[in-house]
């Protein structure tokens, strides 16, 4: 069975600092996807990165990387130079099925508060 | 710019009323998810269409719920009786599938339904 983990309920880091948000996984499938969706205190959810099961490179996005341990089963975000912005709450997500079924899991959730 | 659109943002009904939620797909996307979201639960998919055709609603209680594309445009999602138990965040989220990949799902704001 699929799981998507994320240990940290709560996290506070200091403005202009990185933070790293974890994120472990649980799958059987050979090929799966892994995202990070942020969701800000207006509930919307935002999609930050993605990174493919058999991506070489680890996925960045402006300030935003995925450091994927394949072998640990691991796919944390990193935040660099964190900003007041960036408090929400974090969700990493994993597709599961093959490739073209999109179905996503989520984990519970990381609440990021980014300090002044 | 593109985005997911859902209405109503937020409904408040009582107990045994139908209550029916839309979502308007990011143009020239084929693929629709319905999430909910929960505390106890956090974000479980219910159901999701392609090319406007039912792949999977296993996570959808189907005793009163029931979920619909009747064009390309638009994807409903329908209770019916509802029940305070349904009381819920309802995300919508649309992605394009080509290619045998199912590409990232953007959200839209979400249904904040309260049952009393």
């Known amino acids: 069975a699929q799981k998507i983990t994320q240990t940290q309920p709560g996290m506070f880091v200091q403005e202009k600092e990185a933070v790293t948000l974890d994120c472990t996984y649980d799958t059987s499938d050979p090929s799966y996807g892994l995202f990070w969706y942020k969701q800000p205190s207006s509930g919307e959810m935002i999609f930050l990165i993605y990174?493919?099961?058999?991506?070489?490179q680890n996925a960045t996005e402006g300030r935003y990387s995925l450091n994927f341990q394949k072998a640990r089963k691991s796919a944390n975000l990193v935040i660099s130079a964190s900003q007041l912005g960036d408090s929400a709450m974090y969700f990493c997500?994993?597709?599961?099925?093959?490739?073209?079924?999109?179905?996503?899991?989520f984990g519970q959730g990381t609440t990021l508060q980014v300090k002044p | 710019d593109a985005r997911v659109t859902q209405t109503p943002r937020h409904k408040v009904t009582e107990m045994g009323q139908e209550v029916t939620m839309r979502c308007q797909p990011i143009?020239?996307?084929?693929?629709v998810f319905w999430y909910r979201q929960t505390m106890m639960q956090g974000l479980e998919l219910l159901a999701y269409?392609?090319?406007?055709?039912?792949?999977?609603d296993s996570g959808m209680p189907k005793d009163r719920f029931s979920a619909e594309m009747p064009d390309a445009t638009l994807a409903t999602l329908k209770i019916q009786p509802s029940e305070p138990r349904d009381s819920a965040v309802y995300f919508c989220?649309?992605?394009?599938?080509?290619?045998?990949?199912?590409?990232?799902?953007?959200f839209g704001p979400g249904t904040r339904l309260l049952v009393l």
């Open positions: 269409f392609r090319n406007r055709a039912p792949l999977d």
């Open positions: 143009l020239g996307h084929n693929t």
């Open positions: 997500a994993m597709r599961y099925g093959s490739s073209n079924t999109g179905k996503l899991i």
């Open positions: 990174q493919g099961s058999y991506d070489q």
């Open positions: 989220a649309s992605g394009l599938q080509r290619g045998g990949d199912q590409e990232t799902q953007y």
